[in-house]
């Protein structure tokens, strides 16, 4: 059984910062597989914000570059995203993601339960 667990989210105002953390249990070994956050806002689609690949390489959506900042402890197990200078259209609730794979190309795909983001004037 794979559980991934998101914690410190919550409240800030614009231009502060916030740590999420997404904390893998049970089978799931980070360190070899993809991982990523991914946000969804009221009313909107849930979309990538921000990943590691398994060979280590790291994407961001545009709006967050220079912003976030994702991270792997692989001896933890634990994927966090470094967010600063956030602004109100940060909000959204924060998925953890982990593609756990068993073949070159397949993969089991986790998430999280999620944990809210909101981002005050």
């Known amino acids: 059984q794979v559980q991934l667990v998101e914690s410190g989210g919550g409240l800030v105002q614009a231009g502060g910062s916030l740590t999420l953390s997404c904390a893998a249990s049970g089978s799931a070994i980070l360190s070899r597989n993809a991982v990523g956050w991914y946000r969804q806002a009221p009313g909107k689609q849930r979309e990538l914000v921000a990943g590691v690949s398994r060979d280590g390489s790291t994407n961001y959506a545009d709006s967050v570059k220079g912003r976030f900042t994702i991270s792997r402890d692989n001896a933890k197990n634990?994927?966090?995203?470094?967010?600063?200078?956030?602004?109100?259209?940060?909000?959204?609730?924060?998925?953890?993601?982990?593609?756990?794979?068993?073949?070159?190309?397949n993969y089991y795909n986790y998430w999280g339960q999620g944990t809210p983001v909101t981002v005050s004037s």
């Open 78 to 105: 634990m994927v966090y995203l470094q967010m600063n200078s956030l602004k109100p259209e940060d909000t959204a609730v924060y998925y953890c993601n982990a593609r756990l794979y068993y073949t070159d190309s």
